[in-house]
Nanobody
Framework: VQLQASGGGAVQTGGSLRLSCAVS???????MAWFRQAPGKDREFVAA????????HYADSVKGRFTIFRDGAKRTVDLQMNSLKPEDTSVYYC??????????????????WGQGTQVTVSS
């Protein structure tokens, strides 16, 4: 599986961005997730969508503002980010893995990673 992330950029507080993770390989075989890492901080879970059933999970800090979904036509897993805040500034990574629901917030559980894409939110 190869993952290619895109869509980062710079926006002002309250703005929106859509990140896209193009998947080469089995499209619906894995749980897909987005993580982010700010300078000097550990990588943190943002959102995930399960392989079976498409159940979604979100970090509390983004719930209600971010939406993760699969686009079957484009073979991407997208992260729509609305009402962005300066604290959302990070490098965002997409990941894929055979992950059960109880561990999908743990980055070590994912075996495939895309390159990061920078998101910068200015106040």
């Amino acid at each position: 599986v190869q993952l290619q992330a895109s869509g980062g950029g710079a926006v002002q507080t309250g703005g929106s961005l859509r990140l896209s993770c193009a998947v080469s390989g089995p499209f619906r075989a894995y749980t897909m997730a987005w993580f982010r890492q700010a300078p000097g901080k550990d990588r943190e879970f943002v959102a995930a969508i399960r392989a079976s059933g498409g159940t979604t999970h979100y970090a509390d800090s983004v719930k209600g503002r971010f939406t993760i979904f699969r686009d079957g036509a484009k073979r991407t897993v997208d992260l729509q980010m609305n009402s962005l805040k300066p604290e959302d500034t990070s490098v965002y990574y997409c990941a894929a893995g055979s992950v059960i629901s109880s561990t999908l917030r743990e980055d070590s559980r994912y075996g495939y990673w895309g390159q990061g894409t920078q998101v910068t939110v200015s106040s």
